[in-house]
């Protein structure tokens, strides 16, 4: 408290001005000109981080996953270029992930990420409704109160007391991803009449203690009704127990399920053309990833628009689903990357300033 209400010590934690800034102050139309006013889809995905391709048992059991995504993405005459960038938290904290790319500031001090939320300073929400984006956040985790929503400013919140989910709790969070996204379309069809959409989606199936996995529906109608799997799969999936001393095996298969279910939402009709960006937001916990893991995380970024992916590809991301190794830099640091390829040619957005700690 004694920070938020200082001026000189909130200085101190948070940058003058990050790349959103510099973007709402742009000429106006250039920051996000080349979108053309597509819709933009930024997943979150819970707990995917650089272990599924560091550790060669992940990385060797998840390959036809990844291979069949990729043949996904490519059906529906998309591509893929990817990256690595190092989030602010370790196994846990999501929170400081999702807001970092929101607001394009280093969360990695949970003191900064408190402070933030005191302010009025813009984020992601606040450039794309300026620019007559409506903006959506999915937060099919939530099943409490969370006034500090309130900071983030999304049109519509969705939490799971509004997805209507009549299917079989499965799991510590009870709604798998597969039908999260559906009900999202379902609720809000991108219509042509519709305005353009800025959708953040936290995915929750992936996370500790990583069972038990969901069936997977192929047909995609059908996950929408009060019996959304077979019975038997449901009964095979219930019986499943989490193996508290050894999550690694359950950790592999609940990633490939993420890989199968978003591989199948990417195939579905799409009514008019949106960009996804795939985020890993931290690393799963030690007894999954080893000690002295990287706190690295996986960012893909897949679209239609081979130009609006080669200037990605001119900031360091490399074609298909394998990242280059070497992170490009903290994950805050996407947002600015993320502009400067939304923008019209020469614009430059402004990198997040350096932090002066308190």
Request: proline share 10%.
């Amino acid at each position: 408290l004694a920070t938020a209400f200082s001026p000189q010590r909130q200085a101190s934690l948070l940058p003058d001005a990050t790349a959103v800034d510099a973007a709402l102050a742009a000429e106006s139309g250039s920051a996000l000109a080349a979108l053309r006013g597509r819709d933009v889809y930024v997943i979150m995905l819970e707990s995917v981080g650089a272990v599924v391709y560091d550790d060669a048992r992940a990385n060797q059991a998840l390959r036809p996953s990844r291979d069949r995504f990729v043949a996904d993405i490519a059906a529906r005459g998309r591509e893929v270029v990817s990256a690595f960038f190092r989030a602010p938290t370790f196994a846990g904290g999501s929170d400081l992930t999702h807001l970092g790319i929101l607001s394009g500031i280093d969360l990695s001090d949970p003191m900064r990420h408190d402070v933030l939320l005191t302010t009025q300073r813009p984020t992601l929400n606040s450039l794309f409704r300026a620019y007559g984006y409506q903006t959506f956040g999915l937060y099919p985790a939530l099943d409490w109160e969370w006034p500090e929503r309130a900071f983030y400013g999304f049109d519509v919140f969705l939490a799971r007391r509004d997805m209507g989910y009549a299917g079989p709790a499965l799991g510590f969070w009870e709604i798998p991803d597969q039908f999260s996204a559906a009900r999202f379309e379902q609720l809000y069809p991108r219509a042509a009449n519709a305005p353009p959409r800025f959708v953040f989606f936290p995915t929750i199936t992936c996370h500790l203690p990583f069972s038990p996995v969901p069936p997977f529906q192929p047909e995609w109608s059908r996950v929408l009704g009060p019996q959304p799997f077979a019975e038997a799969e449901v009964r095979r999936a219930l019986a499943e127990r989490p193996n508290w001393l050894n999550m690694f095996p359950d950790y592999v298969r609940m990633v490939a399920y993420t890989y199968q279910w978003l591989g199948a939402y990417l195939r579905q009709p799409e009514p008019r053309e949106a960009i996804y960006l795939l985020i890993g937001d931290h690393q799963p916990a030690a007894n999954i990833t080893g000690e002295g893991a990287s706190w690295d995380v996986p960012v893909h970024v897949v679209s239609r628009d081979g130009e609006l992916l080669a200037r990605f590809i001119e900031q360091g991301f490399q074609p298909g689903l394998e990242p280059p190794r070497r992170a490009l830099g903290p994950l805050h640091t996407l947002t600015g990357m993320m502009l400067q390829a939304f923008s019209a040619p020469g614009y430059r957005p402004l990198p997040s300033l350096p932090l002066v700690e308190a």
